[in-house]
């Protein structure tokens, strides 16, 4: 069956980086777009991105362009997101999905 | 603010029926199709609906799903306890370029 389980989280301090990772199976990755949606404590679901089955173009929120990359490597199953310039309210647990879907989250805890 | 509107709180007695809407625009429900997901404390959206009424297996006949114009709405009758969650409805945005959710319909069973 699918499986999606991302990785990658921790805690950082505002300004820094970290890049989650989503370990893709049961399904034929390479043929399906996928997504980055996050989860702030307490809240409602937040798109982050959006990258086709091939990387051939992104699409961002407009709370993260600039500072969050998303990427896939093909070969290997996996799903990317690489943030940057990491802000307190970036504070969330991240789930990549297919969006059939989804993985259990990682959580990101921006502090200082 | 969420793109698509959702009432924040739904509740009703077991075995009672319930209705959550969901409204959008033309860009993203009146032009796309629409996923419910529940979502457990504590745990992943799971996908409910998709393509607006259709149900993945393991999801019981009593959940339906509908769309008609730029809303959408969600039933679920013979509620039990185990329904209690939140549900979210999600539709993709052309003008936007994003996917977009509902805020959550926080359901209770009295």
């Known amino acids: 069956q699918v499986q999606l389980v991302e990785s990658g989280g921790g805690v950082v301090q505002p300004g820094g980086s970290l890049r989650l990772s989503c370990a893709a199976s049961g399904f034929t990755f390479s043929s399906y777009g996928m997504h980055w949606v996050r989860q702030a404590p307490g809240k409602g679901l937040e798109w982050v991105t959006f990258?086709?089955?091939?990387?051939?173009?992104?699409y961002y929120a407009d709370s993260v362009k600039g500072r969050f990359t998303v990427s896939r490597d093909n070969s290997k199953n996996t799903l990317y997101l690489q943030m940057s310039l990491l802000r307190v309210e970036d504070t969330a647990v991240y789930y990549c999905?297919?969006?059939?879907?989804w993985g259990q989250g990682t959580l990101v805890t921006v502090s200082s | 603010q969420s793109v698509l509107t959702q009432p924040p709180s739904a509740s009703g007695p077991p075995g009672q029926r319930v209705t959550i809407s969901c409204s959008g625009s033309?860009?993203?429900?009146?032009?796309?199709?629409v996923n419910w997901y529940q979502q457990l404390p504590g745990s992943a959206p799971k996908l409910l609906f998709y393509?607006?009424?259709q149900r993945p297996s393991g999801v019981p006949d009593r959940f339906s799903g509908s769309k008609s114009g730029t809303s959408a709405s969600l039933a679920i009758g013979g509620l039990q306890s185990g329904d209690e969650a939140t549900y979210y409805c999600?539709?993709?945005?052309?003008?936007?370029?994003?996917?977009?959710f509902g805020g959550g319909t926080k359901l209770t069973v009295l």
């Open positions: 999905a297919k969006p059939d879907s």
């Open positions: 393509s607006n009424n």
């Open positions: 990258i086709p089955y091939d990387g051939s173009y992104e």
């Open positions: 999600a539709a993709w945005d052309g003008s936007l370029n994003a996917w977009v």
């Open positions: 033309s860009s993203n429900i009146g032009s796309n199709t």
